[in-house]
């Protein structure tokens, strides 16, 4: 499915708004990883695990969302965004928004 954080697609026309979507996923920390992570603050570095947490968690966030978008009928999502926060001590929140639209490839024009 097409998605897009822009509220348009070039290559495609907007049909059809069928309306917002979400898709939310919450992860919990890991107490070695936690440990991990403060020693990569204190030293320097990248936190490599919550990365990876990070990216499997929006990955899923955007799953979530497209099977929601296809609920209503939709072939695309535009205007996506993500939001990011704690619950609890040890927990991470993973919120994806945006617009579930139908979107049609644009035809090329043959005069040009």
Do not use: W
């Amino acid at each position: 499915m097409p998605m897009t954080t822009t509220s348009t697609f070039e290559t495609h026309i907007i049909e059809a708004y069928r309306g917002p979507v979400f898709g939310e996923t919450i992860y919990g920390a890991n107490v070695l990883r936690d440990i991990s992570a403060v020693f990569t603050d204190v030293v320097g570095g990248r936190a490599g695990d919550y990365e990876k947490v990070l990216i499997r968690g929006r990955n899923a966030a955007l799953a979530e969302m497209s099977e929601r978008a296809k609920q209503l009928g939709a072939n695309a999502v535009i205007g996506i965004r993500f939001d990011y926060s704690t619950v609890g001590r040890s927990m991470l929140m993973i919120c994806s928004s945006g617009t579930a639209v139908i979107a049609n490839p644009r035809i090329p024009d043959a005069s040009h």
